[in-house]
């Protein structure tokens, strides 16, 4: 079982970066990827991006491409999602999950973007992008 927290979450104007962290307790942090998602009020919670267990493979929603980037230290047990040039649409809560899927799927690129395939979950942490 691993246990999830969040952090770097807050209040910050458009255009400028925060850095999510998911500090990961419990056994073999390694053997799971890792993904984050986020949830605006009224809306469902989509995927942002996510990473391998060895952090050789990451994958991106299109629309934070190119402005995010997902790492992992497996020796600290912690998952990084550094966001910049942020934007008011960002706003949300931003939750890490941990899946157990099978490295050798060769659908894993898919699955890892469907929040039915991750096991474990943190209680998430607020970004607000102002204007």
């Known amino acids: 079982q691993v246990q999830l927290v969040e952090s770097g979450g807050g209040l910050v104007q458009a255009g400028g970066s925060l850095r999510l962290s998911c500090a990961a307790s419990?056994?073999?942090?390694?053997?799971?990827?890792i993904g984050w998602f986020r949830q605006a009020p009224g809306k469902e919670r989509e995927f942002v991006a996510a990473?391998?267990?060895?952090?050789?493979?990451?994958y991106y929603e299109d629309s934070v491409k190119g402005r995010s980037t997902i790492s992992r230290d497996n020796a600290e047990d912690t998952v990084y999602l550094q966001m910049n040039s942020l934007k008011p649409e960002d706003t949300a809560a931003y939750y890490c999950?941990?899946?157990?899927?099978?490295?050798?799927?060769?659908?894993?690129?898919?699955?890892?973007?469907?929040?039915?395939?991750?096991?474990?979950w943190g209680q998430g942490t607020q970004v607000t992008v102002s204007s």
């Open positions: 419990g056994r073999n942090f390694g053997s799971y990827h």
């Open positions: 990473i391998s267990q060895s952090g050789g493979s990451t």
């Open positions: 999950a941990a899946s157990g899927l099978s490295p050798s799927n060769s659908a894993i690129a898919a699955m890892l973007r469907d929040i039915l395939e991750y096991d474990y």
